[in-house]
T-cell receptor
């Protein structure tokens, strides 16, 4: 089945630093990838839709200058959390669709970010 | 009204029980439906797609009711390992951005 790889699985960083998270579709091309954030015991919250070759579409309340998304190829999207703060500590998950827009999403294994 | 709604539970059932969850959606133009399973501190994993005629995969049965705008998931002969949060996902025409329910928590006890 379709595989989405996300890296790193976990990261601990200091306040003020930036963290880059990679999301790769390993065996299919993804023109669209999605980035989510999930706080403990809460549901997945869509942060942004990443479109290959164009600017990402951010959900309301998500700062585009803080969460930089780059989707430079059909198999790679990156999320950079800039100037991280403790409140950015969360579980970040990417997902991608294989071909048709009605295809199911496949998720990366997630990145657990802890900002100290 | 939220676009996709689920009863958060938890549903607490004994091993061997049959349990069913529903998920309602508000957009009548919704086209594709899926059930995902999410274990604690892990990413969601696709459990099954939901087809118009209903579909079954082992102990799991998914159904779609377009008239009433809901999908359901039935789990027969529950196992301890079925304990997880079950998310429904709806894709609607137009943007095709998937919409998630908040998930239903299932706890299967011995």
């Amino acid at each position: 089945g379709a595989v989405v790889s996300q890296h790193p699985s976990w990261v601990i960083c200091k306040s003020g630093t930036s963290v880059k998270i990679e999301c790769r579709s390993l065996d299919f091309q993804a023109t669209t990838m999605f980035w989510y954030r999930q706080f403990p015991k809460q549901s997945l919250m869509l942060m942004a839709t990443s479109n290959e070759g164009s600017k990402a579409t951010y959900e309301q309340g998500v700062e585009k200058d803080k969460f930089l998304i780059n989707h430079a190829s059909l198999t790679l999207s990156t999320l950079t959390v800039t100037s991280a703060h403790p409140e950015d500590s969360s579980f970040y998950i990417c997902s991608a669709q294989n071909q048709g827009a009605n295809s199911p999403l496949h998720f990366g294994n997630g990145t657990r970010l802890t900002v100290t | 009204r939220k676009e996709v709604e689920q009863d958060p539970g938890p549903f607490n059932v004994p091993e061997g029980a049959t349990v069913a969850f529903n998920c309602t959606y508000s957009n009548s133009a919704s086209q594709s439906f899926f059930w995902y399973r999410q274990d604690c501190r892990k990413e969601p994993k696709l459990l099954m797609s939901v087809y118009s005629s209903g579909n079954e995969d082992g102990r799991f049965t998914a159904q779609l009711n377009r008239a009433s705008q809901y999908i359901s998931l039935l789990i027969r002969d529950s196992k301890l390992s079925d304990s997880a949060t079950y998310l429904c996902v709806v894709l609607s025409g137009g943007s095709y951005i998937p919409t998630f329910g908040r998930g239903t928590s299932l706890i299967v006890h011995p």
